[in-house]
DNA sequence: GTAGTGTTGTTGCGTCCTCAAGTATACCGA
DNA sequence: TCGGTATACTTGAGGACGCAACAACACTAC
C-alpha cells in the first residue's frame, strides 16, 4: 500500500530527499568552519559577498533577503546581528523612505576576505573531488532551474539606478 | 579585491547558493502544504515514509537520525512530537538495551498516506515541469555524489537483522 | 571481573529563522 | 485631497534544530 508512494514519483522523491540531505550536511560543515574561521555563519558569510559585489558595497534589505533566500523578518534580525559586530551599516533611501540600505563595512570585508579564503577553498574542493568541469556545469544548469534558485541577477540592476540616493547614516 | 572571490571557486559557489536557495524555497512551500493537508513538516513526512518503508514499520532512531540528515537529539524530539500524536511509538530492543526502536502506527499510516497524495503529487509537478525524464535522472545522479546524500541504503541491512528482536513498548 | 573505550539516546541551552501583526511610507484613482 | 492598496521594515511569539554534556549500556583486553 505504502509502495504506491514511490511510484507516484519516484525520482522526484529522491531528488528533493537528496538535495535536502546534501544541504544540510554541507550547511552544518561550512557553518562549522566559518565560525572558526570568523564567527559567522554561512548566510553571513552570503549577505556579506553580495554587499561587497554590489556597487557601492550597500543594498536594499529586502533585496539581500530575497537573493539568500529568507524573509524580510529573518534579515532584520540577521542584520542586527552583523551591525552589532560592525561589519555591516545602515544608510538611509533619500528617494523612498521605506527602504534602507545595508552596507558592508571595512571590517566586513576584512571579516569576509579572510572568511572567503578557507571557505572558499574548502568549496572548491568539495565539488572538484566529486565532479569534472562538465559535471559542475550540468549541475549548476539544472539547479538553475528549480524554484528560488535564481533571484540574485535581478536585483543588481535596480540597484544600479537607486544606489545614487545613499546617504551612509550615522547610527 | 572581492573579485578575487569568484576566481576562487567560480562554478562551485554558484552551485552551492543555488542548492541552498532552493531547497530553503522547496522547504519553505512544502512545509506549508504539509501543515495544511496533515498538520506535519517535511522532516516529519521524511521519517514517517522511511518507518513505513521499513520492515516492521520499525528502525533505530540513530539510524533514522542518519537518514533524514538531522542529528539524533534533532530526532529525539522530533519523536516526542510524533509520538504525542500517535503517528509512532516506541519498541525496545531485546539484544542492544541502549537502542530504541521507533514505530510506524497505523494512525501514522493513515496520515502519511493523505499526506503523500498531495505532497507527492505537487513535488512530482514540480519536477515535471522543469526536466525531462533524463534530466531529472541526471539530477539524482549528480546530487548523489554530495556529501550526506546518500546515507539511506546502508541502514536497512542492518535493521533486517535486528528488527526480529524488538517488543512493542506499551508507554 | 574490571577498566577503558565506543555507541545510543536524552536534556539544557542557545541560535536561526518563520509567521502574524503592526507601523511607516509610497502610489493611485476618484 | 482623500481613501484604498501595496511595499519596506520591525517586533513578538514560537518552532526546529545544533552542540555539549551526561547517563546507560555494549564491547574489548587484561
Redesign the pocket.
Known amino acids: 500500500m505504502i509502495s504506491q508512494l514511490n511510484s507516484a514519483a519516484p525520482e522526484a522523491l529522491t531528488a528533493f530527499v537528496r538535495l535536502a540531505n546534501a544541504h ?1 550536511a554541507m ?3 561550512f ?2 568552519e566559518l565560525q572558526a574561521a570568523g564567527g ?5 558569510f552570503e549577505v556579506l559577498r553580495r554587499l561587497a559585489e554590489a556597487e557601492g558595497g550597500g543594498m ?6 530575497h537573493a ?14 552583523l551591525e552589532c559586530s560592525g561589519l555591516v551599516m ?1 544608510a538611509d ?1 533619500t ?8 552596507v558592508i563595512t571595512d571590517t566586513g570585508r576584512r571579516v569576509l576576505g579572510s572568511a572567503a579564503r578557507t571557505h572558499l577553498t574548502s568549496l572548491r574542493a568539495l565539488f572538484a573531488e566529486r565532479f569534472t568541469e562538465d559535471e559542475l556545469a550540468q549541475l549548476v544548469g539544472l539547479l538553475g532551474r528549480l524554484p528560488g534558485a535564481e533571484e540574485a541577477s535581478a536585483c543588481s540592476s535596480i540597484l544600479q539606478q537607486s544606489v545614487a540616493g545613499v546617504t551612509p547614516a550615522t547610527s
Chains 1, 2 share one sequence.
Request: with cysteine; hydrophobic share 35%; glycine share 8%.
Open positions: 544540510a550547511q552544518r560543515a557553518n562549522q559567522i555563519t554561512v548566510t553571513d536594499r534589505r529586502i533585496d539581500l533577503a539568500v533566500g529568507i524573509t524580510a523578518s529573518g534579515m532584520t534580525r540577521l542584520l542586527d546581528g545602515k533611501c528617494e523612498d523612505h521605506r527602504v534602507t540600505y545595508a
